[in-house]
């Protein structure tokens, strides 16, 4: 029988300063054109974000009091990738920390994949994650970088098929972004909503065939064709340039909506119902996204809350964010097993998915 890859536990981080409010402000502030500033007001306060988190201090600051994003300057990319390095570290090691991991369960591990698209250096976050957690020096490495929000999925599928070949492999699955590193300094309306979105997080999850935690039964993707404009992600002067179309969510809806229609074994829902699965983990972009799905599959109205919760309190941390909902649900499991579906889009514009089953509380 082929081994089936379990996420045993979730360990989530954060960075120390709660910053929603004060970058709304200071963004506002930027917009000389009241019309412009009042739609990105109302917009803001419908986007269903309370808070979001970074390691820049809520006056626009970086922690070591140096200023950052000022009037009068923003930081280039080089300035931008030595706070990753400085920082991304250290969040990762929180995160594992969260896991409960002793020395001889870090010692076991046997695989380690990493997700991020918001830094590079080398050596790799991968390097300085199995050094400051005190891996195995031979353990097998694994990056995903640069596939943006659905890297979560792209990561647990890594882990699934290792799981799959060596059953008594031990994964431990980082992902890790620092989104509030690429504000942008720009007067479009569009692109500054669109970074109003984001904040940092990181998560570690443990993936080994021992049947606890989340079942990750299959895998799938899927691109909406002649959509490739509607979600980029570039490297610029000022750090990470990314362009999320206003047209996204309509894309995702029409799309979702056809393949319910369509019905095909070969689709995302593989012939199934939404009805027929209990739990949804969507990947929470925005609350235009999380609404375009729920239209599109025709979801009940609280199908998902749990994905709407993660936005409301940390925003979209990227690659971070569907672990985040996926701890959530693991946290908030019950007496009874429960089948689920996941799905997150990025750039492409593509949708990954995989279904999984949320094993009873032991």
């Not at 000389?32 to 917009?43: G, I, L, Q, S, Y």
């Not at 799981?163 to 992902?175: G, I, K, M």
């Not at 490297?235 to 393949?259: C, K, N, S, T, Y």
């Amino acid at each position: 029988m082929t081994a089936v890859a379990h996420i045993n536990r979730i360990g989530t981080a954060l960075p120390p300063h709660q910053v929603h409010d004060a970058f709304v402000g200071y963004v506002a502030g930027t917009i000389a054109d009241e019309k412009h500033r009042k739609v990105f007001e109302r917009m803001v306060a419908r986007a269903g974000i309370e808070r979001r988190f970074s390691y820049l201090r809520p006056d626009g600051r970086v922690s070591d009091g140096e200023p950052f994003y000022a009037v009068d300057g923003w930081p280039g990319t080089a300035e931008r990738m030595s706070r990753y390095e400085a920082w991304a570290p250290e969040l990762a090691m929180e995160a594992i920390g969260a896991l409960g991991l002793d020395i001889g369960e870090r010692v076991a591990i046997t695989h380690l994949v990493v997700a991020s698209c918001t830094g590079f250096m080398a050596p790799g976050l991968d390097q300085i994650i199995m050094a400051r957690a005190g891996l195995n020096p031979g353990v097998e490495r694994t990056l995903v970088g640069f596939m943006g929000c659905y890297a979560a999925v792209n990561a647990l599928r890594v882990a699934h098929h290792i799981v799959r070949s060596t059953p008594e492999a031990r994964v431990l699955v980082v992902n890790l972004e620092l989104c509030t590193l690429h504000f942008q300094q720009t007067d479009d309306l569009e692109r500054l909503l669109s970074m109003l979105l984001f904040g940092d997080g990181c998560t570690a999850a443990l993936v080994t065939a021992e049947p606890e935690g989340i079942a990750l039964n299959d895998f799938r993707a899927a691109t909406i064709a002649e959509t490739a404009g509607s979600i980029t992600w570039r490297i610029g002067g000022q750090g990470f340039d990314m362009h999320l179309g206003g047209e996204v969510p309509g894309h995702i809806g029409r799309a979702l909506a056809d393949e319910l229609a369509r019905g095909a074994a070969d689709g995302l829902l593989r012939a199934a119902k939404p009805g027929d699965y209990d739990l949804w983990a969507v990947h929470a972009g925005g609350r235009s996204i999380l609404d375009a799905v729920e239209q599109g599959f025709g979801l009940a109205p609280d199908a998902l809350d749990w994905s709407r919760g993660v936005l409301r309190d940390f925003g979209n941390m990227s690659s971070a964010t569907l672990m985040f909902v996926l701890a959530r649900m693991l946290a908030g499991r019950g007496d009874a097993d429960r089948s689920g579906f996941a799905i997150a889009f990025g750039p492409g514009l593509a949708a990954e998915s995989f279904r999984f089953t949320l094993l009873a509380r032991p």
